[in-house]
């Protein structure tokens, strides 16, 4: 297959060095035949033409709290036959796109969605999951080794995350894009129904895997504790005004008013809220709801060709490597993997501690993949507390954990155990 060309658009606001982590992985994507976009505000911006390739990027100022609009102007400037969209605090594999557009191969396949890691790296943020006629998600269990492609039933949709999606842009733009009177959440949700009520399938595919760190934003602080639940509220009652049954409105917002305050109370009981924020809170989900459902839909407009033709981004073939270190020499040792990086290479730094410490992965602000953890630790949750491996056999686990996802090829005459 003829490698579809894609846009990759990044929307970002009041995220600058997050935004410039984003790019930096990207720039490390082995995929030829792609462009950047990003959408963002003026220190955003500024962020970008700070990086070494900045004149590979399509640079589109946009400072509204507005998430629909700013991906919509996204896909104004998107030129390529898929768009792909991840967010500004995520940072995709190196062989995301490669996975996540292969399934573009059959017409019938509008939209992709991938899987997503959470902050330790390893384990799994979301999955893969169906949307029932009220816009809740359901845990769907696939095959972790291929794409799987849907057509739901009526009344059912299957679910994308928002940090890491595509779509057949003329699809996108039949359907008018994403949303605008969504602002903040459940944007990507209404544009799923709508996918689905169109007739369209989708794949997940669960090799297509970016890392997701929930940075701070307007909505919530670092540690995922929210401060303000207005714009939940208002695109719950733009969802509903669109989706479900007038019958059905009142008593869906009960529960899910009901689960807002259940979460609330649960930050409570950990010292992370206050009496008072939770008071303030349900006062704003309340307000935002009712704000919601006077909210007026947006015209989109959104035009069939591109506003600038498709720009590649100048992406180089790259060999993946792992640099494995004791606690000992890591700093010696993390000299030598940064100028691996330096020199072109996808670089995982695997610092190993006679221990049996949990392992943590991360994509470091200068281009490298750092992973931490015990010789006898879990890497996976699920894996045994204790196992006893030489340092050898433990760098031969990671590399073909993560071979299809960074990259590594088997060395000759490996075989494991």
Do not use: C
């Amino acid at each position: 297959m003829i490698d579809l060309p894609v846009s990759v658009v990044i929307v970002s606001r009041g995220r600058p060095r997050s935004l410039a982590r984003t790019l930096t992985g990207i720039s490390q994507l082995q995929y030829w035949n792609f462009e950047v976009v990003v959408v963002a505000d003026p220190e955003g911006i500024k962020s970008a033409q700070n990086l070494p390739f900045a004149d590979g990027l399509k640079l589109v100022p946009f400072d509204e709290p507005n998430i629909s609009a700013a991906r919509n102007l996204g896909l104004r400037h998107a030129a390529g036959e898929i768009v792909a969209y991840i967010d500004d605090d995520a940072v995709p594999e190196p062989l995301w796109l490669r996975h996540l557009v292969a399934p573009a191969a059959r017409s019938d396949v509008a939209a992709m969605g991938g899987y997503v890691r959470g902050r330790n790296g390893i384990s799994f943020q979301w999955k893969a999951a169906s949307l029932d006629a009220f816009g809740m998600p359901h845990p769907l269990s696939l095959d972790p080794q291929q794409a799987t492609v849907m057509t739901p039933p009526k009344g059912r949709a299957i679910k994308t995350e928002g940090t890491n999606m595509a779509f057949r842009r003329d699809v996108l733009i039949d359907l008018g894009g994403f949303d605008p009177a969504f602002h903040y959440f459940l944007d990507e949700t209404d544009l799923n129904m709508r996918l689905a009520k169109a007739g369209y399938a989708t794949a997940i595919v669960p090799m297509a895997e970016v890392h997701h760190g929930y940075a701070e934003n307007r909505m919530r602080t670092a540690g995922r504790v929210p401060t303000d639940l207005f714009d939940i509220g208002a695109s719950w009652a733009v969802f509903q005004r669109k989706h479900v049954a007038q019958v059905d409105r009142v008593p869906q917002w009960r529960t899910l008013r009901a689960e807002q305050r259940q979460r609330l109370l649960k930050l409570l009981q950990t010292g992370q809220l206050e009496p008072r924020n939770i008071r303030f809170l349900m006062k704003r989900l309340d307000q935002g709801y009712i704000a919601g459902q006077a909210r007026k839909a947006a015209a989109t407009n959104l035009p069939k060709h591109a506003a600038a033709p498709f720009h590649r981004f100048p992406s180089i073939p790259r060999r993946a490597e792992m640099i494995v270190s004791r606690l000992i020499r890591a700093a010696e040792d993390r000299k030598r993997a940064l100028e691996h990086v330096a020199s072109g290479h996808i670089v995982t730094f695997f610092v190993l501690s006679p221990t049996m410490m949990f392992h943590h992965l991360e994509f470091q602000d200068d281009g490298m993949w750092l992973q931490k953890g015990g010789l006898f630790g879990k890497v996976n949750r699920t894996d045994p507390l204790f196992t006893i491996l030489t340092r050898r056999k433990k760098e031969q686990l990671e590399k073909m954990r993560v071979a299809s996802q960074r990259g590594f090829e088997p060395e000759i005459g490996e075989k494991l155990t």
